[in-house]
């Protein structure tokens, strides 16, 4: 069972774990993107994102907190400049993971994690606001699965046409004079 794992140890003690997570980010902070394990980058990913919104904060209280996280002052200086002002819509979601394979020597499986909306990204990241599905699409999709005995192909269901023609029904008739 799972209970209670919070975390991934990654195979080292708590002090060269942390010392390896400092190092990480402050490194994606230096390159925007880095290659590393897909289980080293998902731990990764909490730590960075969790910077990005000490940034957009931009108090002394949380320039202190990312300083005792990142390891150099010119990274501070540019997570609570650049990064702050890049992402101060987006609510959270500042990193991607990007698999991209298996080492050669070992075949760990490999990684990408770069900050989202920049130049030169992998993959062009989802609007800040807007996610999942308008409510008439939900409603939608609802109502087709329960009309079904099975589900049957549900991609069908969560199409765009589908998105449109579930606002369509949404919207109350209009009346002709």
Same mark, same amino acid.
């Given at each position: 069972?799972?209970?209670?794992?919070?975390?991934r140890k990654l195979g080292?003690?708590?002090?060269?774990?942390?010392?390896?997570?400092?190092?990480?980010?402050?490194?994606?902070?230096?390159?925007?993107?880095?290659?590393?394990?897909?289980?080293?980058?998902?731990?990764?990913?909490?730590?960075?994102?969790?910077?990005?919104?000490?940034?957009?904060?931009?108090?002394?209280?949380?320039?202190?907190?990312?300083?005792?996280?990142?390891?150099?002052?010119?990274?501070?200086?540019?997570?609570?400049?650049?990064?702050?002002?890049?992402?101060?819509?987006?609510?959270?979601?500042?990193?991607?993971?990007?698999?991209?394979?298996?080492?050669?020597?070992?075949?760990?499986?490999?990684?990408?994690?770069?900050?989202? %909306?920049?130049?030169?990204? @992998?993959? #062009? &990241?989802?609007? !800040?606001?807007?996610?999942?599905?308008?409510?008439?699409? =939900? +409603?939608?999709?609802?109502?087709?699965?329960?009309?079904?005995?099975?589900?049957? %192909?549900?991609?069908?269901? @969560?199409? #765009? &046409?589908?998105? !449109?023609?579930?606002?369509?029904?949404?919207?109350?008739? =209009? +009346?002709?004079?």
């Open positions: 069972m799972k209970h209670g794992r919070h975390f080292k003690d708590a002090s060269h774990r942390w010392a390896m997570m400092r190092t990480m980010v402050t490194q994606l902070i230096e390159h925007e993107r880095i290659q590393t394990t897909v289980a080293k980058a998902k731990e990764l990913r909490r730590v960075a994102d969790r910077v990005v919104t000490f940034a957009k904060e931009g108090s002394l209280r949380a320039r202190r907190k990312a300083a005792a996280v990142v390891r150099t002052d010119a990274m501070v200086n540019k997570l609570f400049t650049e990064l702050a002002e890049r992402y101060k819509e987006r609510p959270g979601g500042f990193t991607r993971v990007l698999q991209i394979g298996q080492r050669k020597s070992d075949s760990a499986a490999m990684a990408y994690i770069e900050y989202v %909306d920049r130049d030169g990204e @992998l993959r #062009p &990241a989802r609007p !800040a606001t807007g996610f999942g599905l308008s409510w008439a699409a =939900k +409603e939608y999709v609802n109502s087709q699965l329960a009309s079904k005995k099975r589900h049957g %192909d549900v991609r069908a269901v @969560l199409s #765009p &046409a589908a998105d !449109a023609a579930a606002k369509a029904a949404a919207e109350p008739p =209009k +009346e002709e004079k």
